[in-house]
């Protein structure tokens, strides 16, 4: 009995280091990506991390109800802080907003 709970623990571990080298491979991509011009090189970057992310914090135990929760959080208290990019933009309100309609 204790083999298949071991190749599961073998398995998790191999999936959260794959999904590891995804995120540096993709945020190479994003800067390529960027660097480039290349919108449709950008948005599959950017799409590939948040779903690289979210599944690993779901193999580490983190529904992904609380990343969302955090990120809405974060926001919130960057705006109240008055990060940078809120204070010239508007990003991170406008962020918040569409987070909470969807």
Do not use: C, T
Not at 35 to 64: C, N, Q, T, W
């Amino acid at each position: 009995m204790d083999k298949p709970s071991n190749m599961h623990i073998a398995k998790n571990i191999k999936v959260m280091e794959w999904l590891k080298a995804e995120i540096v491979e993709q945020v190479g991509r994003l800067f390529k990506g960027l660097f480039h011009g290349k919108e449709s090189y950008i948005i599959d970057s950017m799409v590939s991390l948040f779903i690289a992310i979210y599944v690993l914090a779901r193999r580490v135990g983190i529904p992904f109800h609380k990343i969302d929760k955090a990120i809405l959080e974060k926001l919130h208290n960057h705006q109240q802080e008055g990060h940078e990019i809120e204070e010239w933009y508007g990003d991170l309100s406008v962020l918040e907003q569409y987070m909470k309609k969807r």
